[in-house]
């Protein structure tokens, strides 16, 4: 009898301690979902309708055919700075391959955001939410971020910071292999 | 006092005017306090650890502006929150769902409570044992002390 409880109390002993290191190495190691990978991805893109700077309307319903490059802007935020002229390369290398890049200025007046387009200007079009609501239904986190929206409407892809002609390329590429 | 038809007619407005007040008042209040319990649900995602409702930072701003539009279109506080669920996931929800892999949250406190309530009943126990174990010991050895006086006496 005395056996059995020393085993007991060794196995509940075993267990607790084997369930604190489990508890520590999720904590510490694994990947916080919420952060790296989108809700949205795999899923049909959010509708929007949003207005260029010189007042036209671009809606994603009107982008069915075309796979669409959403990329989310600051004019206060300097990496969005850097990343313009590996859009507008990219823009330039995909042109004929059906893929619509639009960029999306968020968290910003009217006039700094024109003074920014003037500073880095940019071949493909550039859009505001006049209903500030796109980058809540795109669950943006900060800026620049940006979307890979596949011919159908779904989200292909991601991609949260600066991108650069590399990263571009692997997610365009992504997005022309995508049935 | 004379009232006369005009007066009725003014009376009227007045009394209409104020409970449109009122009304509107109780209905802004109403939508305030909703939005105020929606955002308190919600964790701010540019922040650490604030909920919306204490974060004043521009995205938790946006979040309680469409809040109140939802409210005002009428929608539910669970279609809000679903909203924001597509959008930022489960991990927006101050209190995570009892559900899956996020119940150990819930259940792990309990049952850490539960062990430690076992190890600290176990070890009162154990500690009683032995102090019993060390009174008979002690009773023991008096008595063999007695013993051992009797025999020298018998020498």
Not at chain 2, 54 to 67: G, P, Y
């Amino acid at each position: 009898m005395q056996n059995i409880k020393t085993n007991l109390s060794a196995i509940l002993t075993f267990l607790a301690i084997i369930l604190f290191i489990l508890v520590m190495y999720l904590a510490l190691f694994s990947k916080n979902t919420s952060i790296n990978i989108s809700p949205l991805v795999g899923k049909t893109a959010p509708s929007f309708s949003l207005n260029t700077f010189d007042n036209k309307t671009i809606k994603l319903q009107n982008l069915v055919g075309k796979s669409v490059v959403l990329n989310f802007w600051s004019s206060w935020c300097i990496p969005c700075k850097d990343e313009t002229s590996a859009l507008n390369r990219a823009n330039i290398r995909f042109k004929d391959s059906d893929i619509v890049f639009l960029g999306v200025n968020i968290w910003d007046d009217r006039e700094n955001a024109l003074t920014f387009i003037n500073s880095y200007p940019s071949d493909y079009i550039n859009t505001h939410d006049p209903l500030n609501e796109i980058h809540v239904n795109y669950g943006i986190q900060g800026v620049p971020e940006t979307f890979f929206i596949t011919k159908d409407g779904n989200i292909l892809n991601r991609f949260q910071g600066e991108l650069n002609d590399s990263i571009l390329n692997y997610y365009c590429n992504q997005l022309l292999n995508n049935k | 006092m004379i009232i006369n038809k005009n007066n009725l007619i003014y009376i009227f407005i007045i009394t209409s005017i104020i409970s449109n007040i009122l009304i509107l008042n109780t209905y802004a209040d109403s939508i305030d306090k909703q939005v105020s319990e929606i955002s308190n649900e919600l964790l701010c995602p540019v922040c650490r650890g604030q909920t919306v409702a204490e974060s004043n930072s521009d995205l938790a701003k946006d979040f309680k502006n469409i809040i109140k539009t939802k409210l005002q279109e009428g929608h539910s506080k669970d279609e809000i929150l679903n909203y924001f669920i597509n959008s930022y996931g489960v991990s927006v929800l101050s209190s995570p769902p009892a559900k899956g892999f996020r119940l150990i949250i819930w259940l792990l406190p309990v049952a850490v409570l539960f062990f430690g309530l076992i190890m600290l009943i176990r070890f009162l126990i154990l500690k009683r044992k032995i102090q019993q174990r060390i009174l008979m010991s002690n009773e023991n050895d008096k008595y063999l002390k007695e013993v051992d006086n009797e025999l020298n006496k018998l020498d």
